[in-house]
C-alpha cells in the first residue's frame, strides 16, 4: 500500500516542486532589489549562468522547460545533505530516466522513503532491471550510449582498468579492456575504452 501512495503522488510533486521554487526565487529577485540594486544584478547573472549551463549540457535545440528542469537539479544536488544522501543519488541517479525523474526521486522527504521509490522500480541493490533495449545490447554483448556501468559490465565483464576523473561519486570514468582477438595474421590484442559521464556512456573506442 505505501509503494502505492509514492506512484500516485509523485506526477505532483515536480509541478509543485517548480511552482515553490519559482515563487522563492521571484521572492529573492525582489527583495534583493529593494535591498541593493547590486545584489539583484548578482543575484540574475547567477541565474543567468545557470541557465545558460544547463542549456550547453542539454544542447542548443533543448526545450525550456528541460532548461529549466536541469537548472533545479543542479540545485538540488547541490543541497543534498551528508554522505548517505549523496551516495545514495550518485548511486541511483544513472538508473533514473531523466531530470524529471531525478527530481521526483529527490523530492522524497528520507532515503528511507528513496529506497523504497527505487525498489519499486527495480533499480535498487545489485539485481537491476535494464529497459528491454538495454537488456538486448547486454544480451548480444553489445554497449550503446546511455549505457549504465552495471549494464557494460554485465555486457563487457569487468574492465581491465578504471580511470577516475575528480569524486567517484559523480560516475565520471573510463574503462579500459583488452581482449584476444583473432585477425588475418593470426590472434592481435584489441584495446577498448568506454567513456562514462554521471554514471553513462558518451563514448567508446577501439584500437
Not at 38 to 55: H, I, M, S
Not at 176 to 185: A, M
Request: charged content about 30%; overall charge neutral; some cysteine.
Amino acid at each position: 500500500m505505501e509503494q502505492t501512495k509514492v506512484v500516485l503522488t509523485r506526477a505532483g510533486l515536480i509541478s509543485l516542486s517548480l511552482s515553490l521554487m519559482i515563487l522563492a526565487s521571484s521572492c529573492v529577485s525582489v527583495r534583493r532589489f529593494n535591498e541593493s540594486g547590486n545584489l539583484r544584478t548578482a543575484d540574475g547573472d547567477r541565474r543567468d549562468f545557470e541557465r545558460q549551463t544547463a542549456r550547453d549540457e542539454l544542447g542548443a535545440g533543448s526545450s525550456d522547460r528541460a532548461i529549466t528542469a536541469r537548472q533545479y537539479l543542479k540545485r538540488a544536488e547541490k543541497n543534498l545533505d551528508g554522505k548517505s544522501e549523496r551516495e545514495q543519488y550518485y548511486k541511483a541517479k544513472p538508473h533514473l530516466k531523466n531530470d524529471l525523474e531525478r527530481l521526483q526521486f529527490l523530492e522524497l522527504d528520507s532515503t528511507a522513503a528513496r529506497d523504497r521509490y527505487l525498489n519499486a522500480k527495480g533499480i535498487n541493490g545489485d539485481q537491476i532491471s535494464h529497459p528491454f533495449e538495454m537488456q538486448s545490447l547486454v544480451d548480444q554483448n553489445d554497449i550503446a550510449a546511455g549505457m549504465t556501468r552495471q549494464a557494460v559490465k554485465e555486457s563487457w565483464g569487468p574492465p581491465d582498468d578504471v580511470e577516475i576523473a575528480g569524486n567517484p561519486l559523480y560516475g565520471n570514468e573510463k574503462w579500459k579492456y583488452s581482449e584476444q582477438v583473432t585477425s588475418s595474421e593470426g590472434y592481435m590484442t584489441e584495446k577498448r575504452t568506454v567513456t562514462f559521464e554521471g554514471g553513462r556512456v558518451v563514448g567508446w573506442e577501439t584500437r
